[in-house]
């Protein structure tokens, strides 16, 4: 069992950056892995994946301004977000799939760390 534990959200004006951190056991080298978020009033969406393999995908909303990368060192997840607006307002929680592809049931969730952006 996967256990994740987020850190790193804050409040920001728009235009700003923050660094998103989830600490991981060491397994999740092999894992998928992503961030999603929910904002109030709104259904969870998929910010960001990357495969066992290191492949990243975002969601069309995040392109050119958020990043995911592994960190195999420290067994952390990381999602950099630069130029952040409004509504990337949200609680954002890290997941994990048992597989390195990204085509399983995400299985591991962790407690999330809300984003505040302000205008």
């Known amino acids: 069992q996967v256990q994740l534990v987020e850190s790193g959200g804050g409040s920001v004006q728009a235009g700003g950056s923050l660094r998103l951190s989830c600490a991981a056991s060491d397994i999740f080298r092999w894992y998928c892995m992503g961030w999603y978020r929910q904002a109030p009033g709104k259904e969870r969406e998929g910010v960001a994946t990357?495969?066992?393999?290191?492949?990243?995908t975002y969601a069309d909303s995040v392109k050119g301004r958020f990043t995911i990368s592994k960190d195999y060192a420290n067994n952390t997840l990381y999602l950099q977000m630069n130029s952040l607006e409004v509504d990337d307002t949200a609680m954002y929680s890290c997941?994990?799939?048992?597989?390195?592809?990204?085509?399983?049931?995400?299985?591991?969730w962790g407690q999330g760390t809300q984003v505040i952006v302000s205008a």
């Open positions: 990357i495969t066992g393999g290191g492949r990243p």
């Open positions: 997941a994990a799939q048992p597989a390195p592809s990204c085509n399983s049931r995400w299985s591991n």
